[in-house]
């Protein structure tokens, strides 16, 4: 999108879908374009993430057109990792991107150029798991501010990650 040029990391970003069904890119298995081709799913794309990368970072002042909006944080940079594709995604595909971007080991078997100060988890389902929890606590010692989406239903059931110790639900 126009409002996100040249507000990425320098590293490019990293693709942790590892199902190609889910996927739906030209390029099996987890790589390094992170660019989503989308699921043609009117009102539940899995565009989200970069819906909210253009809340976040959108570059202010921008203007083609009379189009553009302006980012609540625009001088910070996003290091996009998709983790999301058609009809969703998986926990493990999550931990793994969480996991590069706290500049720890992942399954890509690279590390940013710099770890993330803070990620953006706007997604949520399941329930508790030692092994998130574990991983989200790791990325926590490393010092990433982690933030999750509570939900939008209305309900006082735990919703996950946002519901694991060291996370901040919103």
Known sequence: HPDLLGQFSADGGYDFILNDAISQDADP????????PGDSNVGSSSFHGTHVAGTIAAATNFVAGGTGVAGIAPGVKIMPLRVLGNGGGTAYDILQAVRYAAGLSND??????????????SLGGGGFSQVEQDVYSLARN??????????NENSGV?????SYNGVISV
Request: hydrophobic share 40%; no cysteine; proline share 14%.
């Open 29 to 36: 298995g987890i790589d390094v374009n992170p660019d989503d």
């Open 108 to 121: 890509s078997g690279t590390l940013p150029p710099q770890k993330s100060d803070v990620i953006n988890l």
């Open 142 to 151: 490393a010092g990433v501010i982690i933030v999750a989406a509570s939900g």
């Open 158 to 162: 735990p919703s996950y990650p946002a």
